[in-house]
């Protein structure tokens, strides 16, 4: 019992992550599975068919290749507006910044029913044609919230000290900017980049009120599992996974190799 209530902590928190990875492991699973019917809920057969032509099945790397890009354009979107107004939340007092606040913020507390149909409704009175350009308009609105939260926090921790230092030896307000305060609020904007990015890869249901005909990977996804699961499909989410712990173990390898590297 001891032993137990030391690593009680640990336990829970391996029990936790192996909740978590245990949906990735299954779909890796059966991304090597030879399915006998449309769809591919039970094993059958070890087999790297679907590995050797994961564009085997019609439109699936198109609408992979759609949400890639809206992903990659609202990402950048997100992330320069975002930004900007998280600087300006923080270091500039202005009128109504409290109802900014607010206003920004009120995409994280509203259900996306709701953002869906009020984008749709927004949408349609304005006669703008559903497709690319208004899921990517949509995915920008709240993918924004999201960026401004974790570059927010990110520069009220900074100490504004470093920037006088700065403006005392000379340098000028672009040259601290650039060389004092964005790499001290870069794991910030980071953090907003990457949580927009998979915020807006994986969205479906604002996606799909504000689509027309436009058909985006997760659209696809749903699509399929009314019809039949092609192995593919786990291929493809197996290669995001993997692709995604890639990135965070480079990024915690570069981190501690400048924490080594830092004088002490």
Not at 211 to 238: D, Y
Not at 244 to 264: C, D, E, T, Y
Request: hydrophobic share 55%.
């Amino acid at each position: 019992m001891q032993w137990l209530r030391r690593n009680f902590v640990v336990i829970a928190g391996l029990g936790t992550l192996a909740y978590m990875v245990l949906p990735n492991l299954v779909v890796t699973l059966f991304s090597f599975n030879n399915p006998a019917g449309r769809f591919n809920y039970a094993w059958q057969e070890f087999s790297l068919d679907a590995w050797k032509d994961p564009c085997g099945v019609a439109d699936l790397c198109g609408s992979l290749s759609l949400s890639l890009q809206i992903a990659l354009w609202s990402t950048l979107a997100a992330t320069l507006l975002g930004t900007a107004i998280a600087f300006a939340l923080v270091r500039y007092r202005f009128r109504a910044r409290g109802a900014v606040n607010s206003l920004i913020f009120m995409p994280m507390a509203m259900p996306e029913i709701v953002m869906a149909a009020s984008l749709l409704a927004l949408f349609l009175n304005m006669g703008v044609q559903l497709g690319f350009w208004t899921i990517l308009i949509a995915h920008i609105m709240f993918c924004l919230s999201f960026v401004v939260a974790a570059v927010k926090a990110r520069v009220l921790s900074m100490d504004p000290r470093l920037e006088e230092a700065a403006r005392d030896l000379y340098a000028g307000p672009v040259q601290t900017f650039v060389r004092v305060t964005l790499p001290i609020a870069a794991p910030g904007i980071a953090a907003g980049a990457l949580l927009a990015f998979a915020l807006s890869f994986d969205d479906f249901i604002i996606t799909n009120f504000n689509s027309g005909n436009t058909v985006t990977f997760p659209m696809f996804v749903w699509g399929s599992a009314q019809r039949g699961t092609p192995v593919q499909i786990n291929v493809i989410g197996t290669a995001m996974f993997v692709i995604a712990v890639l990135v965070v173990l480079a990024a915690q390898l570069v981190g501690n190799r400048r924490k080594k590297a830092q004088p002490k």
